[in-house]
């Protein structure tokens, strides 16, 4: 008796974890760094790189090449877009040359390109630096993108649907 007790008590245990876990995306999950621990290696590859970035209120940096025309983006925008994201050893780790062809739900992406892509419009092209907290964070991405990396990212805004 005390055996079947202790198998439906550890069954319970098990079933209210995994309950709590789908209910709670990340409970049991890392946490990200501040924005200030990747500052000096986003400033760093900015120097060695010829960036000459701002900084917005969020922590990303950025460099506007070319302001574009037409509509400016909102999060609800599907965008098309050119672009080529590295880490900041170099590693490219995602691209797409097929301009016109690659759209994204602008709110569905990292943080840094909702807060980046807007403050350009169709034909324009932006620069993001971002920390990892506005990125993929302390998660990573796959084996491509190891935790607490900062991203650099160079995108053409191709179209807006």
Known sequence: MIRYFLILFSLGILFT???????????FSC???PISYDTAAM??????????????????EYQIIGSGYGPIPTLNSTI???YTGSLLDGTVFDSTSNAGKTGFILNGLIKSWQIGIPKIRVG?????LTP?????????YGTQIPPNSPLYFDVTLDSIH
């Open 124 to 128: 324009g092209r932006i620069k993001l």
């Open 80 to 82: 098309y877009v050119t």
């Open 31 to 33: 946490t990200n760094s």
């Open 43 to 60: 400033r760093s590859f900015a120097l060695q790189n010829g960036l000459s970035m701002t900084q917005d209120s969020s922590g990303l």
């Open 132 to 140: 990892s907290a506005l990125g993929y964070g302390c998660a990573g």
């Open 17 to 27: 974890l995994l309950d709590c876990s789908k209910k709670n995306p990340g409970s």
